[in-house]
């Protein structure tokens, strides 16, 4: 049976058979996005029909044929929201999809956004290290550079550069720019090694001293000592090595290493600065062996060395700004710089410490005195006196002389004795007794009769230095060659006259010793009769006549007997007489008359 339509129905029955078709199975119908060039992150709107109540966007990369979802903000049947998702920029299309199917593709231009930093790593490097940039939108580079001179890129994708710092480039602070056909950014680099400190040269320091930091890429350093920086004009800067000078107001604590104001190196070890010490006072400004002497001052934990002159003390540490020490036996008295030094420096105290040992070598000025005059004792090490005793009674002090001499007043009634000086060190006395002087005695006169110019020994007490009067003299004999206390040896003087001797001394008292008596040599001036019968009466005229003991005549030979007669001699001829001189003898010897006596038978 034939149809009875007509063949011009045909398309319009299978119209409706496809309208049925989408009726049944109805996906989404995708006709524009708005804009059609879109930054990632940016929201679009998509228009077009059945979308569905949950329906998905997709980009995806027609050059790389990546694809990413995007986040749906809002839809309805015909209208989405949607933001564009992190996917690489350019040429994308862009579909909607549900559960009855997906939409044919609209395409829209990704733009490039401006390139993101998201880190430099290393923030600093020399010529020809690596740097590595992460970050996003890091393709479509038109340049990369480090100021004005091109980096070498070794790597590059859309989040990571790896670049490497250019050769020839100046040290020090720059930036690196990264050029894309979205913009550009810049980022500060340092071309700089990272320093590194190795060693100090030392741990301790004082200020002004030179300090030497050894370590790596130290070029343009700037030394901080416990954060106070050092002078450049006093730094000597090399990239192994720095040397500088510790500033005066210096502190202790770590030492650092700054470069170019960023890069900073600190040390391992923190770096002591020793202060200059210093002595302010002292608890005895004398002492003797095994006294124990405090120092007070400033700085002073970190002394190494006491000494007093040159020689080391031991000592110890008792605050940071007080010493003690033990003095050992230092050997010679007398006074002592006291010094310290540390790290710091060295310090003296300003005023000397007098050390000494017990008194000795004693002797006396004067050795003889009287009572309640003063006398010095002088030796070696008179330091600090604290008592002097004569004959062990102790004597008031009334002087000193510090090392040498300590003067003394002598009380009524003391006597002759030894000296004794005493220390805290010990004590010493005098080798010689002091003489005590007294009024002079004489026990013995030898011999009681002498001619001017002879010797006289005289023995007795406080004698030495006395003066001896002879009868009727005003000036005092002659030193005959001892003066000594017990014993004197004067000479007559020629004006001397037979009597006491009168003696003083220093005492201001006198004595007298026996009758002296002076001989002198018999003169004579003349005789009468020159001539005469035996038994005559001759009378001898002359001078000393009353001291003759005998008379002889015959020049000598035959005894005569004789008689003083006033200033006269009378001499009676004995027999047998002839011819000769008439000669007197006394105890100073025999004087013969000039003429001869002439007897008559």
């Given at each position: ?14 119209a ?23 930054f ?6 998509l ?64 733009l ?10 290393p ?39 790896t ?51 050894q ?10 000592i ?30 650092t290493?700054?470069v ?13 600065v ?14 003797i ?26 000592f ?47 002797s ?30 102790s ?22 004795g030894?000296v004794?000086?005493?220390?805290r060190?010990g ?5 010689a ?60 003087p ?50 000393n ?13 035959l ?8 200033t ?17 003898t ?16």
């Amino acid at each position: 049976m034939k149809s009875s339509l007509p063949r011009s129905f045909l398309p319009v029955i299978c119209a409706l058979l496809l309208a049925a078709c989408r009726i049944q199975k109805a996906p989404p119908e995708l006709l524009s996005a708005t804009p059609d060039s879109v930054f990632v992150g940016q929201p679009i709107t998509l228009s077009g029909n059945q979308f569905g109540s949950e329906p998905s966007v997709t980009f995806v990369n027609v050059r790389d044929k990546s694809s990413l979802a995007g986040r749906v903000v809002s839809a309805t049947t015909n209208t989405i929201q949607v933001t564009v998702p992190l996917i690489a920029p350019g040429q994308t299309s862009v579909r909607v999809g549900n559960d009855q199917g997906s939409s044919d593709p609209v395409p829209i231009t990704i733009l490039q956004p401006t390139p993101a930093l998201t880190t430099l790593t290393p923030a600093n490097g020399l010529p020809g290290s690596t740097v590595v940039i992460t970050g996003q939108y890091l393709n479509q580079i038109r340049t990369i550079r480090f100021n004005q001179l091109a980096a070498v890129i070794q790597d590059s994708t859309d989040t990571k550069l790896t670049l490497q710092v250019p050769s020839g480039i100046q040290r020090g602070p720059t930036f690196i720019v990264v050029d894309t056909k979205g913009g550009s950014f810049s980022v500060p680099f340092i071309v700089a090694g990272t320093p590194q400190i190795t060693a100090l040269s030392t741990r301790q320091i004082r200020p002004g001293a030179e300090l030497i930091v050894q370590g790596v890429n130290l070029s343009d350093g700037v030394v901080s000592i416990n954060g106070l920086a050092t002078n450049r004009d006093q730094t000597i800067v090399q990239d192994n090595q720095i040397k500088t000078i510790v500033p005066e107001n210096a502190t202790s604590g770590k030492v650092t290493v700054t470069v170019f104001e960023k890069l900073i190196a600190t040390s391992t070890d923190s770096l002591r600065v020793i202060r200059p010490p210093a002595i302010t006072s002292i608890s005895s400004n004398d002492g003797i062996a095994g006294d124990r002497i405090q120092l007070a001052g400033l700085n002073l934990s970190d002394i190494t060395t006491l000494t007093f002159n040159a020689t080391a003390v031991p000592f110890r540490v008792l605050t940071p700004s007080l010493l003690e020490a033990t003095l050992p036996a230092l050997g010679q008295a007398g006074n002592y710089t006291i010094g310290v030094s540390s790290v710091g420096g060295t310090a003296q105290f300003s005023q000397p410490f007098v050390y000494y040992v017990a008194p000795s070598n004693l002797s006396l000025s004067p050795a003889r005195t009287i009572a309640e005059q003063n006398i010095s004792v002088l030796g070696t090490s008179v330091y600090r006196i604290t008592d002097v005793r004569i004959n062990n009674q102790s004597v008031p002090i009334i002087g000193r002389t510090e090392g040498s001499a300590v003067q003394i007043g002598i009380p009524a009634g003391t006597v002759s004795g030894p000296v004794t000086v005493v220390n805290r060190a010990g004590q010493a006395t005098t080798a010689a007794p002091l003489t005590i002087v007294q009024r002079p005695v004489v026990t013995n006169l030898v011999p009681a009769k002498a001619r001017p110019g002879e010797r006289v020994v005289i023995t007795g007490s406080f004698l030495q230095n006395a003066q001896f009067y002879f009868f009727n003299t005003s000036t005092p004999a002659s030193d005959g060659g001892r003066n000594e206390d017990n014993e004197r040896w004067i000479l007559v003087p020629s004006n001397a006259q037979s009597g006491p001797i009168r003696v003083t001394n220093i005492s201001g008292e006198s004595t007298q010793t026996d009758a002296f008596t002076v001989i002198r040599p018999v003169t004579i001036t003349d005789f009468t009769p020159k001539s005469a019968k035996i038994g005559t009466a001759v009378i001898v005229s002359g001078q000393n006549l009353s001291s003759v003991t005998s008379v002889r005549v015959n020049g000598g030979v035959l005894a005569a007997p004789f008689q003083v007669s006033g200033t006269s001699l009378v001499v009676t001829i004995p027999s047998g007489t002839v011819v000769g001189q008439i000669c007197l003898t006394n105890d100073a010897g025999t004087t013969c008359t000039t003429a001869n006596f002439t007897p008559i038978n």
